[in-house]
């Protein structure tokens, strides 16, 4: 009996939710709410201080994306919020006016998939090739 509620404890709290104001981002997927510094999961965008042009650019693009919805945002909360990352960033869903920030992210071709420990090269120039041929058509 104790282990199913113990079970029970551990799948609620992987689906609590928590409200949050936004603060600001510093990029595309490392956002700062009244709660502290959340890195989104599940996704990785391109990193502002990379020394390539192209991974720069296009996390600029990702950074003012991911600001413009936030700040237009009507509600946001934040899911799977129990884990830190070795930042001290919260682990967590990002939740907006009812879309999943990194699933938006993902469609927008603004970030890949990402699983930790298995971080993959990612040539942002291509990413970003690919995602202003889709806009054309």
Same mark, same amino acid.
């Given at each position: 009996?104790? =282990?199913? @509620?113990?079970?029970?404890? $551990?799948?609620?709290?992987?689906?609590?939710?928590?409200?949050?104001? %936004? $603060?600001?981002?510093?990029?595309?997927?490392?956002?700062?709410?009244?709660?502290? /510094?959340?890195?989104?999961? &599940? @996704?990785?965008?391109?990193?502002?201080?990379?020394?390539?042009?192209?991974?720069?650019? %296009?996390?600029?693009?990702?950074?003012?994306?991911?600001? /413009?919805? $936030?700040?237009?945002?009507?509600? @946001? %909360?934040?899911?799977?919020?129990?884990?830190?990352? @070795?930042? &001290?960033?919260?682990?967590?869903?990002?939740? %907006?006016? &009812?879309?999943?920030?990194?699933?938006?992210?993902?469609?927008?071709?603004?970030?890949?998939?990402?699983?930790?420990?298995?971080?993959? =090269?990612?040539?942002?120039?291509?990413?970003?090739?690919?995602?202003?041929?889709? /806009?054309?058509?």
């Amino acid at each position: 009996m104790a =282990k199913f @509620i113990f079970i029970l404890m $551990l799948s609620v709290s992987a689906f609590a939710r928590t409200d949050v104001k %936004y $603060l600001r981002n510093y990029d595309g997927d490392t956002i700062t709410f009244d709660v502290g /510094k959340v890195r989104v999961l &599940g @996704i990785d965008t391109a990193e502002l201080k990379s020394r390539k042009p192209c991974e720069k650019e %296009y996390g600029k693009v990702a950074q003012i994306f991911v600001e /413009k919805e $936030l700040r237009a945002a009507k509600e @946001i %909360y934040l899911t799977n919020n129990n884990k830190r990352d @070795i930042y &001290g960033r919260i682990l967590a869903k990002v939740h %907006y006016d &009812g879309k999943d920030l990194g699933e938006v992210l993902l469609r927008e071709q603004l970030a890949v998939p990402y699983v930790p420990k298995k971080r993959q =090269k990612v040539n942002w120039c291509k990413v970003q090739e690919k995602r202003n041929e889709s /806009k054309k058509l």
